[in-house]
């Protein structure tokens, strides 16, 4: 059995609007990449599910849920399971990003920490406060 394509079953504009709670004309004038389906524009599950971040109007979760009902109110089961897979795709790759984000926005606290505590802030200031002079060919070193 051949599954229809999935783009057919992508939210337009003004349906992604409405999953996500935000003005349609918010949303246009931004430029979000799209799928051409005749004269009109779908927009695919990770697109949707990041500006579903960006604007914080609802979960995510909630989002991706909305996207696969939606797609099997205007598509039927079969596309509605192939935008299920994309969804969880997208989430997995969302979420990931996230973490990575939270990960190194902890290691960077860490490092203001330490460059707070008094033998770290004397180095720094020594490092900078020599300047730097012309000693590696063709580049600036750091004077010792």
Do not use: C, W
Not at 1 to 18: D, F, H, I
Request: aromatic share 4%; charged share 25%; glycine share 6%.
């Amino acid at each position: 059995m051949q599954v229809a394509s999935p783009v057919m079953a992508y939210p337009n504009l003004r349906q992604m609007a409405e999953i996500l709670h935000v003005p349609k004309s918010t949303l246009s004038q931004r430029k979000l990449a799209f799928e051409p389906v005749g004269n009109e524009k779908r927009y695919r599950p990770q697109t949707v599910l990041e500006q579903a971040l960006r604007y914080r109007r609802r979960g995510i979760d909630e989002v991706g849920e909305e996207l696969v009902e939606h797609a099997q109110r205007v598509a039927g089961a079969d596309v509605a399971h192939a935008v299920q897979v994309e969804v969880e795709t997208a989430l997995l790759i969302l979420v990931e990003g996230e973490g990575m984000l939270d990960t190194l926005t902890r290691e960077f606290d860490m490092l203001l920490e330490r460059m707070q505590e008094p033998g770290h802030r004397r180095r720094m200031r020594d490092v900078f406060a020599s300047g730097l002079t012309p000693e590696a060919a063709g580049g600036a070193a750091v004077a010792s």
